[in-house]
């Protein structure tokens, strides 16, 4: 029997923009994450150029705004653009009307990317299921032909068993196209085996075999996916993500390309358009409008020079991400605050040094300051500070973990009469996001027993994330090159009398690499610390919150 043609179908989404790693990585982190789409778009189209193939590819609105050259390029190589709303939201978390402006948003930038009409539909994240008759109502009203989102699964078609194979369905004279990505097993149980990640956990030779077995037992042709960043091998390693997520992004990437090229060898796909019969259409007039930019920043005076100290050691899987931060706040505090970065490598042992190097020969708001040994995050903030050529100066982290564009909070409490503000994630008004519990609670256990050591008393110790005075700061000598003597130098400035003003900040879990802190050797060091200096001699005061 001659084989039908199946579907084929593409998501073009990053890989930080999937539901596994959205824990971790909020919409506010995308942009300075390295980008990874296009090279995985790229890959796709040459796949399928490779066997003749076209496909349909589901694109993210939010790509589509920054990338609308990649869209372009899809449409040109002959392959068909559909919506897959504009951002990975769940569908079942959107309003009535929150859907219809986040599809119509989408279809203006594809459509103004492509020149074609955007005639199909998927949503971003999760399916649509029999209660969702009003929005395939709403998507036909609209003019869409098709919706490719639900999934049978589970019982979900007990009742509605024809739902499982593609159905028009007419609503007040407009009809839409369901086209449901497939499944095996009976109505009241079906497991999910159209593609992406299902694809990648079974066994190639299961889920092989239950392809045939579709092809076998059905006339409709099967609904196979997969999204381009799974033919990226090379994909960013995201250690905050725990195990369970690192299993559902990165098992078996490798080994998509081979698979779907046994597929390709083997049957034939095509557009869902194609197989509709749809001929392309030219771009509707734009519905949603013009999104506004933001309205600049009034300044009330000249800028003000600041030098960010950033201690590196070891964070070369980092820096491209902390750069792209550090542009993006740049660009977000002026024209109040000028800020030029001073990047303190502490005796790196791995390929920190040589990227550094790039990095600031590439800049002229740089420069690089190498320690000969190993000195501690405490010794490479105060080798910045003294280094520093502005009276106001800030200590960031190099993983991040501190959102940078945080500095506009705190630049402003630094007072003529304030030496230095920290930022405090353990403040009543503070947050924290990923952290691990046992963590938050050694931390808070050891504010605690800090605030005996001080006269003002103050929610976070051990915070990196600071604004100083240069010349108020930059003499004070500590013990303790490493994490201690963070909380040491806080300690020391108190007790000298300077005034410190607590900030409160947002701390989330480091995307890359691993933290250098030791946590028990860190612990009991704290703890001879605090013997070391003993409670505070002056009677307290309350900083300013």
Known sequence: MTSPHHLLTVAVEDYFQTAGLAPWIGVDRWARLESRVEVGTRRTLDLLDEFGIRATFFVLGWVAERAPG???????????????????????????????????????ALERASGLAVLGHRVARGHMGPEDAWALELLAREGFRYDSSFFPRGASLLHEPWRRLPHRLD?????????????????????????????????????????????????????????????????PRISAA??????????????????????FSRYRFQPIREHLKLAPEPAREALAGQRTAAAAIVSDGPAEDVTVIVPCYNEEQTLSYLVNALDAVKAELLPRWRLRFLFVDDASRDGTAV?????????????????????????????????????????????????????????????????????????????????PGWRLFLSRGLS?????????????????????????????????????????????????????????????????????????????????LLARLGPARAARRHSTP
Request: charged residues 25%.
């Open 171 to 235: 609503f007040e004279g407009r009809q839409l196209w369901e086209m449901p990505l497939s499944s095996a097993g009976p109505r009241f149980a079906m497991v999910p085996i159209a593609g992406g990640n299902y694809m990648r956990q079974l066994p190639y030779a299961v889920h092989s075999h239950l392809l045939a077995r579709w092809q076998r037992k059905h006339d409709a042709p099967f609904n196979l996916y997969f999204n381009v960043w799974e033919l990226d091998p090379e994909l």
């Open 448 to 528: 605690l027993l800090y605030r005996l050591t001080t006269r003002q008393r103050f929610a976070t110790y051990t915070s990196c994330f600071r604004v100083y005075r240069r010349a108020r700061v930059a003499d004070v000598e500590v013990q303790h090159g490493g994490f201690l003597g963070i909380a040491e130098t806080l300690v020391l400035l108190d007790r000298r009398g300077e005034r410190i003003a607590e900030q409160p900040a947002r701390l989330e879990v480091r995307l890359f690499g691993e933290s250098k802190m030791r946590t028990a050797s860190t612990i009991f060091g704290h703890l001879r």
């Open 242 to 263: 725990d195990w369970l997520a690192r299993l559902r992004q990165y098992r078996n990437v490798g080994d998509v390309a081979e698979r779907l090229r046994r597929y």
């Open 355 to 435: 990227a550094l190097a790039k990095v600031v020969a590439s800049r002229r708001d740089a420069v690089l300051i190498r320690h000969p040994e190993n000195r501690g995050v405490a010794a490479a903030i105060l080798t910045g500070i003294r280094g520093a050529t502005t009276s106001i100066v800030a200590s960031i982290d190099c993983d991040c973990t501190y959102d940078p564009s945080q500095l506009g909070q705190l630049l402003p409490r630094l007072t003529d009469d304030v030496a230095m503000v920290t930022a405090s994630p353990y403040h009543r008004e503070g947050a924290v996001r990923g952290v």
């Open 70 to 108: 990649l869209v372009r390029e899809i449409s040109a190589r002959g392959h068909e653009i559909a919506s897959k709303g504009y951002l990975p939201r769940y569908f079942r978390t959107m309003s009535r009307d929150e859907f219809r402006e986040d599809l119509l948003r989408t279809r203006d």
